[in-house]
């Protein structure tokens, strides 16, 4: 069989190349000219484990390719998967323009049957513009060629996002005809041979899926984080708690774990969208708006904690951050919590030393480098004559540190966890003060002499 996936972007790229990986002749279009020759040298946009070796696998096999050019890579395809970017609006809807302008430009240039397949995550209804959008440039070139638009939202983990795709919990198909479904299975036969199901459902269920899984998971980590806000309150641990009810089956223990808010592309933009797509039909996703509502709060959680134990008197000081990027195992900091800590701690005239195993390059896009903003070159470089540790990202190499040249490192031995990554009675005991999201905080145990 052979695809082509327009957009080289997160969703794009592995979609492409994960379909490469099983033997399908797979051509990934973008309009940046950069981009695409940057591919063809194996220069990746993203950081995504396995992606860059998997790419060059297949690009030197003969399986993958890359393109500016639409018109030429659609012939001859049996599906197009449209996998542009839909950004939100100012009103958190999302924007459309991109996924129907290659909408329009597969009705000006496909040249025989073809499925044409929404992967970009967008708001239920979408499909119908789409096919609106193709048949109105078949009409222009008085061309009777025939087309199924699907329905096919992606399912993938930043950081684990090819064992998603190749091993997937699920794969959700919208289907309008029979031949279309056809086609789609045929194409997904590969990733069914170990038992992976594939549900096929109506086009609009199948958008509805999408905004619905996210929202929900989105839900668990605001009420895990509004219920530690809780426990620090009435002086419980959210950790036992979460143990406690993470171990009932109908809850499970993923998702549950508290800290300073969600980021990324997925949870934000999809929770705003969903909320702006039912006001548009009137409802009211109340749930959703306290999720939304919780989740800005949860961010500026770590700064707090900071201006609480330094009383309010930031300027002059100096913080070290280890973490940027919004989760581990990516160089993403779209909606990231270190955006929000970061603009905070300097609008109160602090300075900031930072560090990220692989965000650092995307760091000094968004936010830039000046004398008040330094990224380090490791983790221990960024506590030098720092005031304070912040853990914002929970990398794996964060997890099990020298805690003796951490404190020889920093002015005051101080550490403000966002992620709960350390026990407290260990640092106490080392003579740390310690905050926690959700847990009591410790001051340093003071040994008394005679």
Known sequence: MRIAVVGTGYVGLVTGTCFAEVGIDVTC???NVKKIEDLRQGVLPIYEPGLEEMVLRNVEKGRLHFS??????????DAAFIAVGTPP???????????????????????????????STVPVGTAKKVK???????????????????SNPEFLKEGAAIDDFLKPDRIVIG?????AEEVMRRLYKPFLLNGHPIIFMDVPSAEMTKYAANSMLATKISFMNDIANLCEIMGADVNMVRRGIGSDSRIGNKFIYPGIGYGGSCFPKDVKALIKTAAENGYQMQILQAVESVNENQKEVLFNKVMKHFGGELAGKTFALWGLSFKPKTDDMREAPSLVIIEKLLAEGASVKAYDPVAI????????????????????????DADALLIV?????????????????LKSKVIIDGRNIYEAKELQEQGFAYYGIGVREVQPVIEMTN
């Open 175 to 179: 289907v309008e005809s029979e031949q």
């Open 29 to 31: 279009i973008d309009v």
């Open 132 to 150: 609106q959008a193709v048949t109105e440039e078949l009409g222009k070139r008085g061309s009777g060629l025939t087309f199924d638009v699907a």
């Open 393 to 409: 990202t929970e990398w794996p190499e964060f997890r099990s540190p020298n805690f003796q040249v951490i404190g020889k490192l």
């Open 361 to 384: 390059k995307e760091a000094k896009h968004m936010i830039g480098e000046n004398d008040r903003v330094e990224y380090a070159k490791d983790e221990y470089e960024a506590l030098i």
């Open 68 to 77: 500016t050019d639409l018109a030429s890579a659609i012939k001859g395809c």
């Open 89 to 119: 609006g100012e009103d958190g809807s999302a924007d459309l323009k991109y996924v129907l302008g290659v909408a329009r430009e597969i009705g000006q240039h496909m040249d025989e049957y073809l499925v044409v397949v929404t992967k």
